[in-house]
């Protein structure tokens, strides 16, 4: 039990501390925004690589949050129900969520992350969403990762939802 509780608190560690880790990209992709909008409109000079920038900054932010936000219970679920039950209701709830459709979800998403991101590797993948053509395969690696992270606090979560079913408190 000991050796769980550990391995729940570790992973929560590791999820606020990722989360609060790449919550600062938000600094470099508002000043990004800020200097692409004023190019463009006020100097008629756009970037060129202000698009693919953009897209990867706010892919780590969404990607890498994700574990956090599952920590801080800040997804979206049918509240309207759930609300209404009871703690050991809304852990059976959870239970259920977690088996019939997370671990499904996310397992595949690390399955084959692993391997869109090596395919990435492999060729050396470049970006042809525009003429600065950066390469993408270091930002295709944070789907597994970010895959990963996810699973491992769904992990947590899960094993914590199963403590209050059967002791009626999470660990």
């Known amino acids: 039990?000991?050796?769980?509780?550990?391995?729940?608190?570790?992973?929560d560690r590791l999820s606020r501390w990722s989360g609060m880790a790449v919550a600062?990209?938000?600094l470099p992709l508002i000043f990004e925004l800020v200097?692409?909008?004023v190019a463009r409109y006020l100097f008629n000079a756009p970037t060129v690589w202000s698009f693919d920038l953009s897209y990867m900054l706010c892919g780590v932010l969404f990607m890498?949050?994700?574990?956090y936000t599952l920590l801080e219970e800040?997804?979206?679920?049918?509240?309207?129900?759930?609300?209404?039950?009871?703690?050991?209701g809304?852990?059976?709830?959870?239970?259920i969520g977690y088996l019939i459709f997370f671990f499904p979800a996310i397992g595949a998403l690390f399955y084959f992350g692993i391997f869109y991101?090596?395919?990435?590797?492999?060729t050396l993948e470049r970006s042809m969403s525009s003429y600065w053509s950066p390469p993408i395969y270091p930002f295709k690696t944070i789907i597994p990762l970010a895959a990963f992270l996810l699973l491992l606090q769904g992990i947590a979560k899960f094993i914590n939802a199963l403590a209050m079913?059967?002791?009626g408190k999470e660990l």
Not at 1 to 11: E, P, R
Not at 64 to 67: T, Y
């Open 1 to 11: 039990m000991k050796t769980i509780k550990i391995f729940i608190h570790s992973v």
């Open 24 to 26: 600062w990209l938000m």
């Open 35 to 37: 200097y692409d909008a």
């Open 64 to 67: 890498i949050g994700g574990a």
């Open 74 to 88: 800040a997804h979206i679920r049918i509240e309207v129900f759930y609300i209404k039950f009871s703690e050991r």
């Open 90 to 95: 809304k852990a059976i709830a959870d239970v």
């Open 117 to 122: 991101a090596a395919e990435s590797w492999e």
């Open 165 to 167: 079913i059967i002791k």
